[in-house]
């Protein structure tokens, strides 16, 4: 009998021994896995982090290789017996604008130029309502009227000789010049 207690004392034992030791390894285990959440939760947002910031930084380089382009388009054309400059020259001239004010001591020259069809008298007035448009824009936009200058040279100054629509096309413009 006294084996049998032995026995079942010994079992009791083993078994409240055996889970203490289960108790505090769940406890130590789950105490691993909430640090390392912990940490995952911080290497991820470290990560979102990262990762918006190269995306911000993307965006600022397209952005600003959008803006070059747009100061680099210089010349812009018109329709035939037109004055008002086209709509989707208006994104790139509001890059122009925006420039322009955030450089008061930046001048330009707007030049009108038509094509040859018409008057000498007729082409000088158009070229200059063609500038006069564009400067207004600008002005509206932003920039000092001080800042621009404008002139037109109607169709004395061409850029293509001919009289074919592509001469009279590349002829019908405003040219953004620094003086």
Request: hydrophobic share 40%; net charge negative; aromatic share 6%.
């Amino acid at each position: 009998m006294k084996i049998i207690q032995s026995t079942k004392l010994a079992l009791l034992i083993f078994t409240l021994v055996s889970v203490v030791a289960c108790s505090s390894t769940s406890e130590e285990a789950e105490a691993v896995p909430s640090a390392a959440a912990e940490s995952g939760i911080d290497a991820t947002t470290r990560r979102t982090q990262e990762l918006a910031a190269e995306a911000a930084a993307r965006a600022a380089a397209a952005e600003e290789r959008m803006t070059q382009a747009a100061l680099s388009t210089t010349v812009f054309y018109f329709d035939f017996d037109v004055s008002e400059f086209r709509p989707a020259d208006r994104d790139v001239l509001t890059v122009h604008a925006k420039d322009l004010a955030a450089n008061p001591s930046k001048r330009i020259r707007l030049e009108g130029h038509a094509d040859e069809r018409g008057t000498r008298e007729y082409n000088l007035a158009l070229g200059e309502r063609r500038a006069e448009g564009i400067e207004n824009y600008l002005i509206v936009n932003g920039v000092a009227r001080r800042q621009i200058e404008t002139v037109s040279y109607g169709e004395e100054r061409p850029a293509e000789r001919g009289q074919s629509e592509a001469a009279y096309q590349a002829n019908r413009r405003v040219q953004i010049v620094s003086p």
